[in-house]
């Protein structure tokens, strides 16, 4: 707009100098500079009504189909953009679950793990509890066993205290009858 504008005031300069130099040079005869300078009055009517406008038109329609191209770019490039967006969220959404998948896998792993080496403890405990309960039995059977020979022994003992006691007895007995019988011999 501002072009056509400019080439207008250009054209309506060049035309007023135009005619006050021919008019000058035909000495103030209006009609005679009118004849000399009708080519150029046609000329700046055809520029001004005809090839300004046609130029505006066209340059407008470039200008418009450019514009028109930009916006066909800018929906293409968006419409890319927003392709692009979901590929972006969908990789994002697999590598999540791939993830989630490998850390569920690991923990997996590490729970079999886990619970392996607490059944290997549990067996090595049970294994352990065993052999000190089958020490213990051995122990308590040995315990018996002494307290058996030691009531036993025990046994004997009081056997032997009774027939010693017996004995003791029987030759005190036989002690005190011998007694009773010097002493009967002493007074007959």
Known sequence: MNAFKF??????IILVWTS??????????????IEVIWPLLALITVLLLIFLPSVMYLYKSTFNRGLRAAHADAENAHTELHKTKIACSE????????TKERIAGAHEKERIAAIKELEDKWAAYHHKNNELLQREREISSREQTVRQAVNEANGYITAIKEENNQLKRATQNATNAY??????????
């Open 7 to 12: 080439s207008s005031v250009i054209s309506g």
């Open 91 to 98: 990789s994002v959404h697999e590598i999540q679950k791939e």
């Open 20 to 33: 006050y130099k021919s008019y000058e040079y035909f000495g103030g005869n209006f009609m005679k500079a």
């Open 179 to 188: 007694q009773r019988k010097k002493r009967q011999l002493e007074r007959k």
